[in-house]
């Protein structure tokens, strides 16, 4: 709760991990004498990785300093396809033994996907700070981030997929059971498109840039980033609702802090003129006063965002 109250002292300490962390790493890689356990190397690495992508993205990444980063720490197995099959339950073909080599492992998916709206965190920072740019252009962070995000999809194995995995269709005793593969699953479908919702935030391209004089508007562009803002954004709130109807409470305050940003794109379309897209920001808007009203019971900082 400090690291959410005071940021500054949070800055502080995740600086004074992740130094020790790059110092660690590098007497480890010097010595002949390597830990016995990597997949505890790798979790402490990562933790730290974590930590200060979510608190501190716009400082330096730690690990550019580092000839040799841990790999991905090992992941829980894959859940069982339920017996009743369905639309929303794994292929056979996604268990042939080509489709499973490839599977990273849930954590690793995790990592890469937050370690994009570490990025993204620092790209909004920097517009805040008035660092705007032409957003299509092909050297713009704008277009290097969409890249990000599109190499992580694609690098995302069918059965991690939403509609392959039957989340919705589980038990409570089966996701809880499991919450080693759930947890990193779930957050990292909500980053998915938290991520290009707020990269694509009409606000953004709408107001904050068009601001600026000097950078000229393309109406198609303009029209691209409100439908990607729309889907994303409603993406978001699917998962919301997902997890309210089964009902599988989530405690993570990184996916509070997810869904309270995403909240701000319907927020603007509430007041749209079309219907049924101002009816739909509205319901989406009431999900997440509901959402996080619970999570502020148990994190009571997530109240201010609501």
């Known amino acids: 709760m400090d690291s959410a109250t005071k940021p500054a002292r949070a800055w502080m300490a995740i600086g004074t991990v992740a130094r020790l962390e790059a110092l660690r790493i590098l007497t480890q890689y010097d010595s002949s004498d390597m830990h016995h356990d990597e997949d505890t190397s790798s979790r402490c690495h990562w933790s730290v990785f974590i930590l200060a992508r979510i608190f501190s993205p716009q400082f330096p990444d730690f690990q550019e300093a580092m000839e040799t980063v841990p790999g991905y720490p090992l992941s829980a197995p894959l859940p069982p396809p339920l017996p ?3 639309d929303e339950n794994y292929p056979p073909d996604l268990f042939n033994p080509e489709e499973m080599a490839k599977d990273l492992g849930i954590n690793a998916y995790y990592i890469k996907m937050l ?6 965190s620092f790209y909004l920072h920097e517009i805040r ?5 032409a957003p299509w252009s ?3 962070t ?6 990000e995000v599109y190499e992580c999809e694609a690098q995302l194995t069918q059965q ?6 039957a989340f919705s269709k589980r038990s409570l005793a089966e996701l809880a059971e499991q919450q080693q593969y759930w947890n990193p699953w779930i957050a990292m479908q909500f980053i998915a498109h938290a991520s290009p919702a707020l990269l694509n935030h009409p606000f953004i391209h709408l107001v904050v840039m068009r601001a600026n004089h000097g950078i000229p508007q393309s109406r198609h562009f303009l029209q691209q980033i409100v439908d990607q803002a729309l889907f994303h954004s409603g993406w978001v709130f699917r998962f919301v609702q997902a997890c309210e109807d089964l ?3 989530i405690n993570d305050p990184m996916i509070g802090h997810l869904v309270a940003a995403t909240a701000t794109i319907p927020w603007i379309f509430q007041f749209a003129s079309d219907s049924k897209v101002s009816k739909k920001a509205t319901e989406d808007l009431a999900k997440c006063e509901t959402f996080l009203g619970r999570m502020s019971t148990m994190w009571p900082h997530i109240s ?3």
């Open 129 to 133: 700070r008035g660092k705007v740019e």
């Open 115 to 120: 370690s994009v709206w570490g990025k993204l």
């Open 160 to 165: 991690h997929l939403f509609r392959n995995a």
């Open 304 to 306: 201010q965002k609501v």
């Open 142 to 147: 704008y277009t290097k981030l969409n890249v």
């Open 247 to 249: 009902p599988f409470a």
């Open 84 to 86: 009743s099959g369905g």
């Open 138 to 140: 092909p050297d713009s």
